[in-house]
């Protein structure tokens, strides 16, 4: 069946901008993860999802990042007044439920200048 | 304390021979354990998951797990160019959500 999807694959945005990045999981998955990852560096968890609970925000660095999710499907990750720190690797990543293995889209490279 | 941890590497290991990479964990109670490699410039992609105390084998990949020493391994026999890439340990705490290692970095020389 059909991967996570994430759109677009690039951005490229000035500084101050606000942008949104998309994710399409696996369907029927109902855990959906954010993370970041810097050139070098690990994953950073981001935010969760998990059904109708509310998100688990802790990993968020600011409250210019914000997240949501609808219909228990598609997730929108919103950065707003985007600083040149916010280049990363977004990536997005879907699992049956919290419990079992997560499957991760192809991120979304974003370049703030 | 990091929860779960890897050695950075980089980790060089000569074609043909046996790569060993390990992961150490935190919570006693951790019951599923992942191993996912990532590509330079990829997304992580899981090859491995293991469940219960013991080796586990698919193909030249074997996970091995103790619990009791809070140590998970991946070992890859016959190691190839190919396998260059990050590897990253996975754990599900109890209770919790899936928790990456930072990575550990392989590269096997022809």
């Not at chain 1, 999981?25 to 509310?54: K, V």
């Not at chain 1, 990536?91 to 991760?104: G, K, M, N, P, W």
């Not at chain 2, 899981?46 to 020493?69: P, V």
Request: hydrophobic share 30%; proline share 5%.
């Amino acid at each position: 069946g059909a991967g996570v999807s994430q759109s677009p694959s690039n951005k490229v945005t000035e500084k101050g901008k606000d942008v949104e990045l998309r994710c399409d999981p696996i369907s029927g998955h109902t855990a959906l993860y954010w993370y970041r990852q810097s050139l070098g560096q690990g994953l950073e968890f981001l935010i969760y999802f998990q059904g109708n609970s509310a998100p688990d925000k802790s990993g968020l660095p600011s409250d210019r990042f914000s997240a949501e999710r609808t219909g228990g499907s598609v997730s929108t990750l919103t950065i707003q007044r985007t600083q040149q720190e916010d280049s990363a690797v977004y990536l997005c990543a879907s699992s049956r439920t919290d419990f079992y293995e997560q499957y991760f889209g192809p991120g979304t490279r974003l370049t703030v200048t | 304390q990091k929860e779960v941890e890897q050695n950075s590497g980089p980790l060089s290991v000569p074609e043909g021979a046996i790569a060993s990479l390990n992961c150490t964990y935190s919570d006693r109670g951790s019951q599923s354990f992942f191993w996912y490699r990532q590509y330079s410039g990829k997304s992580p992609e899981l090859i491995m998951f293991i469940y219960s105390n013991g080796d586990k084998e698919d193909g030249r990949f074997t996970a091995q797990l103790n619990k009791a020493s809070q140590y998970v391994s991946l070992l890859i026999r016959d190691s190839q160019p190919s396998d260059s890439a990050t590897y990253l340990c996975a754990v599900i705490p109890q209770g919790g959500k899936l928790i990456f290692g930072q990575g550990t970095e392989l590269s096997v020389k022809p």
